[in-house]
């Protein structure tokens, strides 16, 4: 018998028509027993005319294989091909099951390593700019409903913790456009260390008096959106929006797929049932030209500007751009050249598979407005109608926050998330350094975990060589606080400035109790590097004890994502169990 030959000498088009032999039916072959079986009927080839039937007693010469280019376009799966072999002709093949494709999973998510642990002797100011965005929080909700755990990157703590509303008083009048609150307490995973708390609340606008809003939806029709969660899903959550919009209102619909088109021009608010219909024609096809689709809504919102008003660009993609300018940095500096007319940018995240949350961050960041995943029609109706007061007024541009720790109350210090809003010491004092902007009723949260001077929790050895300084002028301050901001329409920023105390509370509220199972869940979805081993049933008791007022159920659903991750996730085998099962 011939030598068998490995199939990577074959040549592709020998192979794919071995392939094709093998997915088609088997050909009745005439039993011995039965007399009455016709022989094969003789096929003609290119190189030979048709038989005649005189010529039956002839043995039938095999079937011709069809033409390369025909077998190749029929061919479903070449990895099949892998588990056959050649044993020289006459060939038998074995039969096989195809092989189905296997969809890959293309999300993107931007690398971040978790803000590191600074000495306060060394490092004694942190600083950095606010983040009002929630999508990371929504999307590793969707992750978890799905029964997967999320990808690290996935997770952005800030994210997770100002998903919720802590409950901080607003402030007195407008003259200040935010209240801060800040609290110190033990960790709930280690109470040799502290949480201190530091919470911005907005002042708040009723609906009814936002100023007139010019909006411009910037809608991806990409045949990447013909699904039921992405622009099914989108449009169902913009209509939540129509019923809210008021005459003095103007609203345009631009789409982009291959190229960019307007869908419907700049229209009054109280025309429902035309923005309806044009909501109700959107359709998904063809591939993502976004740089396009972002330059034309741009112009319609340039071109609509209302003075005084609410200008902002409205965003809403899997963020699969793919055509056109497609550079992540490219893309940036079209956006920051766009914000200096006055025209924000507020990012929707759509979908799973190929979800690009990098481009949609960066692109919100970079166009002074936040970002936001929708997972369910809910969700959508939270950003663009419950909390469109906060998603789209702004009331405080460039919001920075520096904190300068005492060395003599604080050996060590880390700020929990934010990572891609850290900024440099400097940066601080530079008005013309871009940052985080607050919409009106929003409330924006930052936590940092702190070990205190003779503590020994310390995850940090000292210098050799630093003698820490004894100065007791400010002995009872933890640390000092400074936020700026800008308001609306100003080029220079505002400063507030305050001392943090350093005597702790003898117990934590519950808002800086849920605070803290918010920042341990998203720890320990990274990871756990940071919380001495805090479990999630550990995070869901300490949630379930903060639930407090929970009027829409947004803690109750929390602490259901802490028991799905749970379920998920690897346990070590119990110590008891291990011994009892070796008996």
């Known amino acids: 018998m011939p030598a068998k030959l490995p199939l990577r000498t074959l040549p592709l088009a020998l192979a794919t028509a071995l392939a094709l032999a093998a997915c088609a039916p088997a050909r009745q072959t005439p039993r011995a027993t039965d007399t009455h079986a016709a022989p094969p009927a003789p096929v003609a080839t290119a190189d030979r005319p048709p038989p005649v039937t005189d010529r039956l007693s002839a043995p039938p010469a095999p079937p011709a294989p069809p ?29 096989f099951a195809p092989v189905l494709p296997v969809a890959v999973n293309t999300e993107h998510y931007t690398h971040r390593d978790s803000n590191p ?34 990808p690290a990157d996935a997770v952005r703590a800030e994210e997770f913790i100002n998903y919720f509303d802590y409950g901080y008083t607003p402030p007195q009048d407008r003259s200040q456009p935010f209240s801060v609150t800040t609290e110190l307490a033990p960790a709930p995973w280690n109470p040799q260390r502290q949480l201190l708390l530091i919470g911005v609340q907005g002042y708040r606008v009723p609906a009814s008096a936002i100023p007139a809003a010019n909006l411009v939806f910037l809608v991806d029709t990409s045949g990447s959106m013909n699904e039921p969660d992405k622009l099914p899903l989108l449009k169902a959550s913009l209509k939540q929006l129509v019923t809210k919009l008021r005459r003095q ?10 190229s960019a088109g ?33 330059d034309l809504a741009y112009a319609e919102a340039e071109q609509g500007f209302i003075k005084g008003g609410v200008n902002r660009v409205i965003l809403a993609t899997d963020g699969d751009f793919n055509v056109g300018t497609v550079s992540e940095e490219a893309l940036k500096t079209t956006i920051e050249d766009h914000r200096k007319s006055g025209v924000a940018l507020t990012t929707l995240g759509f979908g799973q598979g190929n979800y690009n949350d990098a481009m949609a961050v960066m692109l919100a960041d970079a166009g002074n407005g936040s970002h936001h995943y929708i997972d369910s029609l809910a969700e959508g109706r939270r950003v663009l109608v419950d909390e469109m007061s ?57 936590l940092y975990e702190i070990t205190p001077a003779g503590s020994d929790a310390a995850r940090v050895d000292p ?13 009872g301050e933890l640390a000092f606080l400074r936020l700026r901001y800008k308001l609306p329409g100003h080029d220079r920023s505002s400063l507030i400035e305050r001392p943090i105390a350093a005597q702790p509370a003898h117990g934590a509220s519950a808002r800086l109790r849920f605070a803290a199972a918010v920042a341990a869940f998203a720890d320990r979805l990274r990871g756990g590097r940071y919380t001495d081993g805090y479990d999630y049933a550990h995070i869901a008791e300490l949630a379930r004890g903060a639930r407090g007022d929970d009027p829409d159920g947004y803690r109750a659903g929390f602490v259901q994502l802490v028991s799905l991750a749970d379920g998920l996730s690897t346990h070590a085998p119990d110590v008891a169990d291990d011994a009892t099962a070796q008996r």
């Open 390 to 446: 906060a998603t789209l007024l702004t009331i405080a541009k460039d919001v920075k926050v520096q904190v300068e720790f005492n060395p003599a109350q604080v050996k060590e210090y880390r700020l929990i998330g934010y990572e891609k809003r850290v900024l440099r010491r400097e940066d601080f004092n530079n008005d013309a350094v871009d940052s985080g902007d607050i919409g009106a009723g929003a409330n924006v949260t930052a």
């Open 249 to 258: 209102d103007r609203v345009a619909i631009v789409t982009y797929a291959g």
């Open 67 to 95: 033409s390369a280019p025909a077998f190749a376009r029929e061919a479903r799966s070449l990895g099949a091909l892998k588990a056959m072999q050649v044993a020289g002709a006459p060939m038998r093949i074995a039969s």
């Open 463 to 475: 210098l050799r060589y630093t003698t820490p300084k004894n100065d007791d002028s400010h002995h």
């Open 117 to 150: 642990v600074q000495l306060a002797s060394e490092q004694p100011v942190s600083t950095f700019g606010l983040d009002v965005d929630t999508g990371s929080y929504t999307n590793v909700r969707r992750m978890l409903d799905a029964g997967q755990l999320p």
């Open 262 to 294: 307007v869908a419907l021009a700049s229209t009054p608010g109280d025309r429902h049932a035309t923005i309806d219909a044009a909501i109700d024609r959107l359709g998904a096809y063809g591939s993502t030209n976004g740089a396009a689709g972002i």
